[in-house]
């Protein structure tokens, strides 16, 4: 069962406590210490970008290499997180 499988709508802190006390697969696990390692989020795709615009915060990292830029202007204004946090993009 996934980590979040079965939790959703409104989950209490005693669903979350339930949840962990179940225990998790090793490929769950793998999982979580990748994203925490990479300080990428961990979910679906749409899940992220759904966040992304509603907390108005860039997730997922940039490519590599020099941003352009346009007028001065973010490619879509959204705030960097990890060590960017306050500065439009």
Do not use: N, Y
């Amino acid at each position: 069962m996934g980590l979040t499988e079965g939790l959703h709508g409104r989950v209490t802190a005693s669903d979350w406590a339930a949840r962990l006390g179940q225990g998790m697969e090793r490929g769950e696990l793998a999982a979580i210490r990748r994203a925490t390692q990479t300080e990428c989020p961990l979910g679906e795709a749409g899940f992220v970008e759904q966040s992304q615009a509603k907390f108005q915060v860039r997730l997922r990292p940039l490519p590599p290499g020099p941003v352009a830029r346009m007028g001065g202007q973010g490619e879509s204004g959204l705030v960097e997180s990890a060590g960017q946090a306050g500065r439009l993009a």
